[in-house]
């Protein structure tokens, strides 16, 4: 089956620790985008990719980085520069500009 | 998102039409998209518009018009299933770039 996965689905840390979301897509797409979302809010844009080995800052990317060694995988990490890491993380893939995009189910990032 | 806005909340009753409208930014537009997300869940897509005009899509339907930066999101025959949040999302270019920004979602809350 096509799709994009993101693991693990709850992962807790301590405070000061980096951590890495994990997200794959088997689905050919070019594009991958990660988000965030706090209680009650939309979507914020941390990073975006559309071809292998480039990416770009969205809105909020001070405080994590992403790679794209491969077209299938996107991982996130969230450093210990990140003031405020505990949120719901989304990890989306497409086909680029004008295309619609398709997102994993989530990782619930909880630091204490 | 910046540059996207939405209502905040919305109440209807059940079986009623309910009109969601978002506004967006034009430069760079590259098209508009509205996706539903319940509680805790990621979003799925419901539609998209890159022409002026009415999408059709069974009970929903959306309407563009790029001139005005202006789309909306109409949901007819309402079900207590449609209790969700509702995003608007805007494909954007900017410096050869393509990214896909969110607007912070509108609650619709359906009642019996």
């Known amino acids: 089956d096509g799709g994009i996965t993101q693991s693990p689905k709850y992962l807790f840390r301590k405070e000061g620790q980096n951590v890495t979301l994990s997200c794959e897509q088997n689905l050919n797409h070019d594009a991958m985008y990660w988000y965030r979302q706090d209680p009650g809010q939309g979507l914020r844009l941390i990073y975006y990719?559309?071809?292998?080995?480039?990416?770009q800052k969205g809105d909020i990317a001070e405080g994590y980085s992403v790679s794209r060694e491969k077209k299938e995988s996107f991982p996130l990490t969230v450093t210990s520069a990140q003031k405020n890491p505990t949120a719901f993380y989304l990890c989306a893939s497409g086909r680029g500009e004008g295309t619609e995009a398709f997102f994993g189910q989530g990782t619930r990032l909880t630091v204490v | 998102g910046q540059n996207i806005d939405q209502p905040t909340e919305m109440t209807a009753t059940e079986g009623a039409i309910v009109q969601i409208n978002c506004t967006y930014q034009t430069s760079g537009f590259n098209g508009l998209f509205w996706y539903q997300q319940h509680a805790g869940e990621a979003p799925t897509f419901l539609s998209y518009?890159?022409?002026?005009g009415l999408e059709e899509k069974g009970r929903f339907s959306s309407f563009l018009s790029r001139s005005k930066g202006y789309s909306y999101l109409l949901l007819k025959e309402l079900q207590m299933k449609d209790s969700a949040s509702y995003l608007c999302?805007?494909?954007?270019?900017?410096?050869?770039?393509?990214?896909?920004?969110f607007g912070a979602g509108t609650q619709v809350v359906v009642t019996p």
């Open positions: 990719s559309q071809i292998v080995n480039d990416f």
């Open positions: 999302a805007e494909s954007l270019t900017t410096d050869s770039w393509g990214k896909l920004q």
């Open positions: 518009n890159v022409l002026d």
